[in-house]
């Protein structure tokens, strides 16, 4: 049977018919269980999301689109099984249109990634154990003049055999300027020494099979604003034309800018021993500045923020959600963001827990766990096969007691997939 989506799905219009994708899936080599549950779960999504749905979000742009549908990989179709059955264990929950709502008809692409946020970590605490009882709960929260005044958090989660009940406020974590202006700093410096200057070299054209080129390295030490950086730019590239033309190597050192050394095409030797010499490894050939403490101040900043969400008389959870492009779970010391967030969680003894989870893929299959005195630094494969690392820091402070079965159940949320 063909697998081939191209034999299905012929002209633009193909994509915003739900059969189509019921179709495709009919005709792959999946087996009668997987596909049944394909199926069930395409139609359940075009009776929630609505017919016009696709249409709608190849319009608009719509992220989903790709996500769950027009990606043909196996993962996807997991995803998108996920994200239906997570809707419709959600569908009887109080104030569940509010957040389908965020999702079938976003006003921008921020409330989107929100309410998907919102679904995942709900769908989280139901597999778990706990009923999702509310979502945008209200409550009352005493401001620091300590007037009561009305907020709504995220979710009202209730333990299905204990009954206790827990607030839980969910936030997404963006880039921060500072990270974009580093990604930017280092992609125009890549492109202007890597992608111009090496691999575009007029020497390396002549003979594809056996390229002459130079053999450029780099440390970048802080994010450059556009007008310097474009005048670095000019710099680099009077360096490479520089280089090319007398054969000798040669560099641009701007202290606690950058650092750029340049080896001709005979003497690459030259260039490895001034990047070892500064410890930047050898196929290293651009290194970027450091994010960390810009993005572990970032996070307890938001944190303090989020916690204005949660009342004092019930226990609360904050679940942090960094967004794709957001790095911290990735460049930071796990140990050094647990004290952090532990930190901030002391100073609020209605706080139970903080989480901070990041989903991406990487193609590896392992999960792992490790304790941090009372924090735990997990890496998880999903049963859509999304790899995941969560930190969850434990609040040794809260002043609300629970029973140990919600709190295996609150641990199990994030460390299940």
């Given at each position: ?5 191209h034999?299905i ?15 495709r ?39 989903m689109?790709?996500?769950?549908f ?20 959600l569908?009887g ?17 921020e409330?989107?990634?929100e ?11 139901f ?6 009882e ?69 020497e ?22 556009e007008?310097e ?33 340049i ?6 030797d ?15 050939l ?5 994010l ?6 970032r ?5 303090r ?18 967004s794709?492009?957001n ?5 930071s010391?796990?140990v050094?963001?647990a ?6 969680a ?28 009372p ?12 790899a ?5 820091v434990?609040n ?22």
């Amino acid at each position: 049977m063909s697998s081939k989506p191209h034999e299905i799905f012929v002209n633009e219009e193909d994509r915003w018919d739900w059969d189509k994708y019921i179709q495709r899936w009919n005709k792959s080599e999946l087996g009668d269980a997987d596909r049944r549950r394909t199926n069930d779960s395409l139609r359940y999504l075009r009776s929630t999301l609505g017919n016009g749905y696709l249409r709608r979000a190849d319009r608009e742009r719509n992220p989903m689109l790709f996500w769950y549908f027009t990606n043909w990989s196996d993962g996807a179709r997991l995803s998108m099984i996920r994200f239906a059955e997570a809707l419709r264990a959600l569908e009887g929950s109080i104030g569940y249109k509010a957040i389908l709502k965020r999702v079938r008809r976003p006003k921008n692409l921020e409330e989107l990634l929100e309410g998907r946020s919102v679904v995942e970590v709900a769908y989280r605490f139901f597999r778990a154990g706990f009923s999702i009882e509310e979502f945008e709960p209200r409550v009352s929260v005493l401001d620091h003049h300590g007037v009561d005044g009305p907020k709504k958090p995220d979710i009202k989660i209730v333990d299905r055999e204990t009954g206790e009940e827990i607030i839980v406020e969910v936030s997404r974590m963006n880039s921060s300027d500072h990270q974009n202006l580093i990604d930017r700093t280092y992609e125009v410096i890549w492109h202007v020494l890597v992608h111009e200057g090496m691999h575009s070299d007029p020497e390396a054209l002549k003979n594809i099979l056996s390229p002459r080129y130079i053999l450029p390295y780099a440390r970048i030490h802080r994010g450059i604003e556009e007008d310097e950086l474009k005048d670095i730019v000019e710099q680099l590239r009077a360096l490479v034309a520089q280089v090319r033309a007398s054969g000798k190597f040669d560099q641009l050192i701007i202290p606690g800018t950058i650092e750029v050394g340049i080896a001709s095409y005979d003497d690459h030797d030259r260039a490895v021993e001034w990047a070892t010499s500064r410890g930047i490894r050898e196929h290293d050939l651009v290194e970027g500045p450091n994010l960390l403490t810009d993005e572990i101040g970032r996070a307890k900043g938001k944190l303090r923020d989020k916690l204005k969400q949660l009342p004092d008389d019930r226990p609360g959870i904050v679940v942090l959600t960094p967004s794709i492009e957001n790095v911290i779970l990735f460049v930071s010391d796990f140990v050094q963001l647990a004290a952090a967030l532990e930190e901030v969680a002391g100073e609020h003894p209605k706080l139970q827990r903080v989480v901070m989870f990041h989903t991406f893929d990487d193609g590896k299959d392992e999960s792992w766990s490790v304790n941090v005195g009372p924090h735990t630094f997990t890496r998880l494969v999903r049963s859509d096969g999304a790899a995941e690392r969560s930190l969850t820091v434990r609040n040794q402070a809260c002043k609300h007691p629970m029973a140990t079965d919600t709190l295996k159940k609150l641990d199990a949320a994030f460390a299940t997939g």
